[in-house]
């Protein structure tokens, strides 16, 4: 220490100097090396989360115990890799939370380890905000997985004397209270077998397991994850505006007790969820100025999805209405809009969306607005007419604003509200199908659904942004990862977008089949078209009793009439490309059915089915380059034909032109 100090003292000194430089390095190495692996825990528990929601992502019956022995070991090196690092006790949490899965799925050993896990996060990180989460859940766990009676009533106990003030401290004294009235039940209990039975089927119970959101412009989706087939029923009360539901035979997962989540953005304010009583959930959205909302049950895995609807533009609401046709004009007669958005960049890739999943393990922040999207006062602004968007960008109007003609009529001799508004395209939505545990189709060679879909999905975003540069692309995917069917329209509506485009490939029992087909969302009008539509929901297919929500959100759909006209100008394109190589590649026709992947979008929307990889002569051009490039320039001229009868092609270039 004193030679330091001298150090500190001579620092003109020749050799003084150059030891105090190597002595200051030296110094700075430890804490560059914690940052390094500050970071690395960092992109270690991002990694765990993706394969975490790839996972609950995969129906239940294509999850093996080895795929959560490996994701328990991708949190737990989150820890090792720095145990200082902020993620670390959600990545413990997280752990805690898979043995619990474990448990339920494949042996009840792995509760006990659930256990150890909960007391390690306790031990490890005693200030930890989990704290009380975790010492509540092991005590459950003990009472109703391993039920040890003395030992939750032990744990309970402890939570009250640490955490008297905790908001599960009520939910814990009615726990002390049921293991009393148990206890008593055991004295009476004429065959402890029977007593047995009734606390195993207990255990059998769905669990409400998480809760997601996210929001859009016009409406908000919230997913309620449960593991296993409920009933429920909803109602709204007013005063203040809430939506409930109550999930019948369920309880609530430990992690849930007594959550609320402060949302305060779009028209949901909070959700709250509890256990009302014995055998029944209750979820609460505090919502505002919602119009109407809609649910529905999904398997594989099992979760239920809410819609809520804001107060949509007026105009919207007749988009498929009969108008006369509009008065040819100059596009500086059109109106004005009231601002001019930023530039964004030329394409915008893909961004999942903003999912804040309630669980112990995961404190959701506020939900973030995507790129380039902007209040919804002003969500007109960007579907503007060429004049307005180059006067407003160059201060003066071009001189071919005159010369531009008013939008065409669709083929059935209508003007949409959307033509006669002159409302134009500026961001384009591609879906390649399918994506990570769900193949699609599987060609007679191996070529798998997936992986085509994605491929032409990414030349055809490639087109788009070399032809069409001043209109912006989102994928919904641009990797092998699985994406469920209704995130998918949750993410184009969250992006504002205003086409979606969704590429699969077809098949058929009959292996001669060739041909291209287009979809747009509407009742089915063939058995073919029922077919088809069973084939693609399979990994989305709704409970019976969910059929009359699924009827109303499907014929409330205001983008009918844009979308056959999108279809029918996506079908001529692809043939006209594909019959170039072989003639037995004809268009098969515009049809509808009632896709999942399409429910919910607020823009007009189309699903190709862009060859029949069934086919064997289809399968062997799908395999080639050259082909798919033809592919997707079919897809391509598809949609520059429609935005030619919107005319919004000239809009786009020239946003192109001025932003250069």
Known sequence: MRRVELLLNNPNRPAHRLILATLVVVSLFPSAAFAQKKAAARAQYEKAEKQRTALEGRAQRERALKDYAQLVTAYRRVYLLSPQAPEVTSALLAVGELYQEMGRLFDEKYFQSAVDAYQFLLHEY????????????????????????????????????????????????????????????????????????????????PQVTGIRHWNAE????????????????????????????DVYRAKLSSTLAGKTLEVQNGFLKTIRVAQNQAGVVRVVLEVDKVKDYSVFLLPDPYRMVVDIYGQQLTLAKAESARVEPPTSKTSSEQPAPKAERTEPSRIARAKKPDEHETTAAKTPPAPEKPAGKEPASEAAARKESPASTARESTGKAPASAAAVPPPQPTRSGQYTMSRVLGLKIGRIVIDAGHGGHDTGTIGPTGLMEKDLCLDIALRLGKLIEERLPGAEVVYTRE??????????????????????????????????????????????????????????NALSQSSIHELQDLLKKIARNEKIEESREFASEILDGLSKRLQRVSRYNKSRGVKKAPFVVLIGANMPSVLAEISFLSNPTDESLLKKGEHRTRVAEGLFRGIEKYLEGLKSLSYNRSRSDISQ
């Open 126 to 205: 005693p200030t930890s905000r989990y704290r009380d989460d975790a010492l509540f859940t092991i005590a459950q766990i003990q009472q109703e997985d391993l039920g040890d009676l003395d030992l939750a009533e032990k744990t309970y106990q402890e939570f009250l004397k640490r955490f008297p003030r905790s908001s599960k401290a009520e939910q814990v004294k009615q726990a002390l209270a049921d293991i009393a009235t148990e206890r008593e039940q055991e004295k009476k209990a004429a065959s402890k077998k029977a007593l047995a039975e009734e606390r195993e089927q207990e255990r059998k119970i």
């Open 218 to 245: 016009h409406y908000t989706r919230i997913v309620i994850a449960v593991d296993g087939a409920v009933k429920y029923q909803s109602d709204r009360i007013a005063n203040p505006d809430r939506i409930y539901f």
């Open 479 to 536: 990797d092998d990862t699985f994406v469920p069917l209704e995130n998918r329209t949750a993410l184009a509506n969250q992006a504002q977008a205003d086409l979606f485009l969704s590429i699969h490939a077809n098949s058929s029992r009959d292996k001669s089949a060739r041909g291209v087909e287009a979809y747009y969302l509407n009742f089915a009008s063939s058995e073919d078209a029922v077919e088809v539509a069973a084939r693609e």
